[in-house]
Structure formats: C-alpha cells, structure tokens
C-alpha cells in the first residue's frame, strides 16, 4: 500500500522556522521525482520545491527561494522541506508528492500557519 506521510506542521512567528518530513512506503522512492506543493485557503495547489531522484538541479518557486531546502534520503524514504524566514503568506497546507514513471502519489497535507 503506497503512503506519504506529512508531519513538522504547525502554529509559528514570522521570521520561525519549520522543518517537514514526508514519509514514503509502498513504492520504490529512489525512482520518483519528490516535491512539495502548497495550497492556501481558496487557491490553487502550486509548485514549492522539486528535487529529482538522484543529483540533478532543485527546482523552488520563486517566492520560497533562499527560504526554503529540499532534501532527500532515499535509504531512508523520506523527502524534507527546511523552511526559515517563513512569513504570513507561507501559510497553506502542505502536500508532499511523488511523481513517477507510471503513477503519481499524493500525502494527506499537514498545516502551516505563520503568524503576523
């Protein structure tokens, strides 16, 4: 059964930092293109940050660069998102994704507010 598993959300100050995990199974990880997407109250899921299976260029939206790192460790089948400076409109729920050669994978979402 394919699963990812968002956790690290949470309540934060303008200028925090949170760091998210997402927790895959169920697939082969190392062959899947991960990233991040965010979806704010009445808007759109958009594009945060990609990161390719193995080396290659990380990919970030350009309201999150320099804020915000991707990662992965593929032994451990987790992909990561650090983000510092996070600011009132980083607020959204955040989706971790899994894209492959056949199939796309989606987590449940976990919430980041940043308050003012």
């Known amino acids: 059964q394919v699963q990812l598993v968002e956790s690290g959300g949470g309540l934060v100050q303008f200028g925090g930092s949170l760091r998210l995990s997402c927790a895959a199974s169920?697939?082969?990880?190392?062959?899947?293109?991960m990233s991040w997407y965010r979806q704010a109250p009445g808007k759109e899921r958009k594009l945060v940050a990609r990161i390719p299976t193995i080396g290659g260029v990380r990919n970030y939206s350009d309201s999150v660069k320099g804020r915000f790192t991707i990662s992965r460790d593929n032994a451990k089948m987790t992909v990561c998102l650090q983000m510092n400076s996070l600011k009132p409109e980083d607020t959204a729920v955040y989706y971790c994704n899994a894209n492959g050669p056949l199939y796309e994978y989606w987590g449940q979402g976990t919430q980041v507010t940043v308050s003012s």
């Open positions: 169920g697939f082969t990880f190392s062959r899947y293109v």
